[in-house]
């Protein structure tokens, strides 16, 4: 049972854009937000790493079902790069498992291989992930002292840039990166990778998440911030869905037929929109085929 709170539950509901703070998972932003939110009804748009900070999009209510085009959404970081070692984890948080002298490597030597990093590549996952092997998660497997291969899949990383380049005590190298990647892009996985290939070793030893989509930290809130307001959405589900779609205002008519889970006729609007009803609120969101607008998902069902 979720306490009860102060704050007023939140009908529909919305997005909250969270300012996740370092050392917490993902999964404790979704109970704190369940706690504020009074509902159970809440989950998050791409899981952040404990050491992660940044935005975190959650969506509460029926504004969870939107939280698939989230997780599908580009993303964009500022991270940092630690060469001159390994780790189990590809992040700070793991053991080190080999260590070489990155004094040598040269900042025209890092573009090189960073830009080898950009574009459509090949990435295979950290081994600590949440990547599933015969039904258990990787890093359970990895803890538990097996070894884990995971396959490559296909990520795009458009932006990989470098800024400031430092050296670091013991022969490290410290590097700034921005980054902004499809979904599914492991930024753990970019360090460890460039450490590879200048044959030195590679770890991330921190890392913000700066954008989701359209949502940057600009309107990101934190989770003390959160806790004063009455209500923690931030973003309620009409405006959530004019920022992610296209939109298409529907008369009482249309309105009663979608509601009920029928289509429209099409209109000639590419790829997924939101329909919205002479109220404001939003109905669904649809997808044209075959001379109708069919839903993909709806928001309001008609009563």
Do not use: W
Request: net charge neutral.
């Amino acid at each position: 049972m979720v306490p009860v709170s102060k704050h007023a539950p939140p009908g529909p509901g919305g997005l909250v854009v969270v300012d996740k703070p370092g050392g917490m998972t993902s999964h404790d932003v979704v109970a704190r937000v369940r706690r504020l939110a009074r509902t159970r009804r809440v989950g998050h748009g791409g899981t952040l790493d404990p050491m992660a900070t940044g935005v975190l999009v959650v969506g509460v209510e029926r504004a969870t079902r939107l939280l698939t085009y989230v997780i599908g959404s580009t993303k964009r970081y500022s991270a940092t790069i630690r060469l001159g070692e390994a780790t189990v984890t590809d992040d700070a948080e793991g053991e080190v498992t080999a260590r070489a002298s990155a004094a040598g490597i040269t900042e025209d030597q890092v573009r090189a291989e960073l830009a080898n990093l950009t574009g459509e590549i090949e990435q295979v996952p950290s081994a600590v992930s949440a990547i599933k092997i015969n039904g258990q998660r990787a890093y359970k497997l990895v803890r538990a002292g097996e070894d884990v291969e995971l396959a490559a899949r296909k990520v795009t990383v458009s932006r990989l840039v470098l800024g400031d380049l430092r050296p670091a005590d013991g022969g490290r190298l410290d590097l700034d990166v921005d980054v902004e990647c499809s979904s599914g892009t492991y930024i753990r996985a970019i360090a460890r990778d460039l450490g590879t290939a200048l044959g030195v070793g590679g770890h991330l030893t921190a890392l913000r998440r700066t954008a989701v989509g359209a949502f940057t930290l600009a309107e990101a809130l934190g989770l003390e911030a959160l806790s004063e307001r009455d209500n923690p959405v931030t973003l309620p589900l009409p405006a959530a869905a004019a920022r992610f779609f296209p939109r298409r205002d529907a008369d009482a008519d249309e309105a009663r037929v979608l509601g009920h889970g029928g289509p429209l006729d099409a209109i000639g609007i590419a790829g997924p929109y939101a329909v919205f009803g002479p109220d404001g609120e939003v109905i669904a969101v649809v997808s044209e085929r075959g001379g109708r607008a069919k839903p993909e998902i709806v928001l309001t069902p008609a009563v």
